[in-house]
């Protein structure tokens, strides 16, 4: 292997309940952020320097949020698809 390629170690799947929702956390609350930010100021130059801290405050609100009631979003889930088969 060459020496400059980076290789990634895969976490565990005991992990997958905490990353899951980090990382739908990261990209919606980065989206919504985006979008919002951008209706109240167009594209304009203030854009990144007013939608990161937005996006980090959203992101703080959204991944415990999402923590939370995952438990019960699964279940309606379940109350509403049959479960799959092969």
Partial sequence: MHPSI???????ARYNAVVQPLVLSVIMSGVVSAITTL?????SPAFPATWLPSWG???VVAFPVLLAILPVVRRIVGWMVEPGGR
């Fill in 57 to 59: 405050l959203s992101w």
């Fill in 6 to 12: 980076i290789v990634f170690r895969r976490l565990p």
């Fill in 39 to 43: 209706r109240g100021l167009g594209l």
